[in-house]
């Protein structure tokens, strides 16, 4: 990467600028999308505006609006949703009972940050690893399988913390929710089952607070990601520390080594170059013990700073998981739909209806003055190359009123449809019940009228006369019945002879 920025600086800034504009636009891509349509529907010559106008059709399924008209209010309708008010307060209340309003999604300049985390971890497990990846491989191989097991574990770590993080959130609601309703003597229900965005808010109104929560997040904490993040954090950190002091061992052995060789090399000529003569061994026993002592005092410092610096790196990298479990904590939603309720009330932008409401004016506005500007172009073109003198007045709101219209007949269709896809499923059963039904009344009626007869050959014509199926019902019948009264003779002669014992 040096090499890179030294070599190709030019190049090497340039990509770096392009990926921050990439980061910022799409951070800010709703208000960037917005910009740009109004901005290139305004272009002149070849802009939106400029090109729809040189289109005089008119509109097939409504002929009161030019092809023209209708394109460019659906370029605009993109940025409306329309919301009524009950849906919109509907959303509200699903976050203040899972006790997520106020709360957001995680914002990207997080995401950003965390990235920037993963790429630092990255880099410093990489060197730790570098020596011991692929034993035997080159070095630049051993760098890049380096980078590739630290990137690895780095995105693991980002996630576990996440996780934990969120499950904390998740679970400290659920314990304050089961403490309440323990508080309160457990009087009412803990839940009274889910309640999912789709069905009405006000299903659980005349409940506790508790239990609305409980309804909505869940009822049971769990802690089983924190316990795994924890376990990982750890050993991660034990583990690195470890591969660095024994690479930090193996750097000062080296250098002992290769010092006390030196210092051999010169004590073994034996000579004093200042005069040529030799010295004493008392003398040199002194000086190799004087060497040998500042190279025991040098190696000692550098090992103490060493183990200092990765035991101080162990605590950062650390307090870095645990600022990761910190941005899981402090930002997500515990409920089981809340995120999609967030979303669907503009991801925090609207606070209350009327803010929807100013927001949509804002659109619709921006949308009506491009649809004149468009409607201008259209009838100075249909007055220069028109033949039918067809004027258009539509409005961006006649364009809103018809897409609510085609949308509830469109629903209405599916409602249809679904109701005659319920009906058709349903007959098989409803025939098959009736079936059922008329047997079972059948059998009732074949054993009365065979109760009703007294002569014994009467009773097996009746029988012979009725149909095969339901003679074989009436034969098990019969048996049954035989059989309860054989039973029941039983245990009454049993109870004669206790009496008799008794």
């Known amino acids: 990467m040096h090499e890179f920025f030294a070599t190709y600086p030019l190049l090497a800034w340039s990509v770096v600028s392009t990926m921050l504009a990439l980061v910022v636009i799409v951070a800010l891509w709703e208000k960037v999308k917005w910009w740009w349509l109004n901005t290139w529907a305004s272009f002149p010559l070849i802009g939106r505006i400029s090109r729809l106008s040189r289109d005089l059709n008119r509109d097939v399924t409504n002929p009161t609006w030019f092809k023209a008209e209708k394109t460019l209010c659906r370029d605009y ?11 919109f307060n509907d959303k509200i209340d699903y976050l203040t009972k899972a006790g997520d309003n106020g709360r957001k999604s995680i914002p990207v300049w997080i995401w950003i940050l965390t990235v920037a985390m993963v790429f630092v971890e990255a880099m410093g497990f990489s060197y730790v690893l570098a020596g011991y990846t692929l034993p035997g491989a080159s070095e630049n191989l051993q760098q890049t399988g380096a980078y590739g097991i630290a990137f690895l574990i780095s995105i693991i770590l980002v996630a576990l913390t996440h996780f934990a993080g969120h499950e904390l959130y998740k679970s400290g609601k659920i314990a304050h929710a089961r403490r309440e309703w323990a508080e309160e003597g457990r009087k009412h229900k803990l839940t009274t089952g889910t309640v999912p965005l789709a069905k009405p808010q006000s299903i659980d109104d005349d409940q506790p607070r508790y239990t609305q929560l409980c309804n909505r997040v869940g009822t049971h904490p769990s802690y089983k990601i924190t316990i795994l993040t924890v376990i990982f954090v750890v050993s991660v950190a034990v583990f690195a520390t470890y ?21 051999a090399a010169n004590a073994s000529d034996g000579l004093d170059f200042s005069n040529d003569l030799p010295l004493p061994e008392a003398d040199l026993a002194q000086d190799r013990a004087t060497v040998d002592k500042a190279l025991q005092d040098e190696t000692s410092i550098d090992r103490h700073g060493g183990w200092a610096t990765f035991i101080v790196l162990a605590f950062v990298f650390v307090f870095l998981q645990i ?5 899981g904590h402090r930002w997500g939603f515990a409920g089981q739909n809340s995120a999609a309720a967030f979303a669907d009330i503009g991801h925090g932008r609207y606070n209350t209806y009327a803010d929807v409401r100013e927001h949509y004016q804002e659109v619709t506005d921006a949308a009506q003055a491009k649809l004149e500007a468009l409607q201008q172009k259209l009838m100075e073109r249909n007055a220069e190359h028109g033949t039918d003198g067809m004027h258009t007045s539509n409005s961006f709101y006649d364009f809103l009123e018809l897409s609510r219209q085609e949308e509830a007949k469109d629903r209405e269709s599916q409602r249809q449809h679904t109701n005659r896809y319920a009906e058709e499923r349903r007959a098989p ?11 079972a009344v059948s059998l009732q009626e074949a054993l009365r009228t065979l109760e009703s007869l007294q002569d014994k050959e009467a009773k097996k014509d009746y029988i012979h006369s009725l149909p095969a199926d339901l003679q074989q019902q009436v034969l098990e019948a019969i048996k049954q019945a035989k059989l309860a009264e054989q039973e029941k003779n039983s245990r009454s002669k049993l109870d004669s002879e206790l009496d008799d014992l008794l």
């Open 77 to 87: 309708k993109k940025f409306i949703r329309i919301q009524n008010e009950q849906d």
């Open 323 to 327: 600022l990761g479990v910190i941005f």
């Open 243 to 263: 591969v660095r002091g024994q690479v930090l061992e193996k750097s000062l052995h080296q250098e002992v080594v290769g010092s006390s060789h030196a210092v």
């Open 429 to 439: 059963q409803i025939v098959q019940n009736a079936q059922e039904f008329s047997a």
